[in-house]
């Protein structure tokens, strides 16, 4: 049997959790659509799916392996990728719009990234990074 034949319904259906998301995109063809709403769009599906965002773990706890492998993605490799660990990028238009990014998530699941000693040190290091702007006197944090 092919190392690529995936029982679809095994599948995490990311598009499930992304309507909305791929509605903006779609919208965004039409009218100008501000990217921090896309961007929590991107976050609310990655909590839906994984329970954590892109922001909750940093891009330095990926070995130089892993970055060269993310880079290397195309919408093909991407997909079997994506199979290989459970996820189905596809919707009814064909390949998400973010597969990138739900390709960064599921490989930081896949390394064991997605705890919350990640998230906590990820936090951290933006408040401080917003702190250290000028004209910044404090940072609200909703958690």
Not at 8 to 35: N, V
Not at 114 to 128: D, G, M, S
Request: overall charge negative; proline content about 1%.
């Amino acid at each position: 049997m092919s190392t690529i034949a995936f029982d679809q319904f095994a599948l995490t259906r990311i598009a499930d959790f992304a309507r909305s998301l791929s509605r903006l995109h779609q919208a965004s063809r039409r009218q100008l659509i501000d990217d921090d709403q896309i961007d929590r769009e991107f976050n609310a599906v990655c909590m839906s799916v994984w329970g954590y965002t892109t922001d909750d773990f940093s891009d330095h706890l990926f070995a130089d392996e892993d970055h060269a492998f993310l880079d290397s993605l195309d919408e093909a490799h991407a997909r079997i990728f994506a199979a290989q660990q459970g996820y189905d990028l596809v919707d009814d238009n064909g390949m998400l719009t973010d597969w990138w990014g739900y390709c960064w998530m599921i490989l930081a699941e896949k390394r064991g990234l997605l705890t919350p000693e990640n998230r906590a040190a990820a936090r951290a290091a933006i408040e401080e990074k917003y702190l250290t702007a000028p004209n910044v006197i404090g940072v609200i944090v909703g958690r």
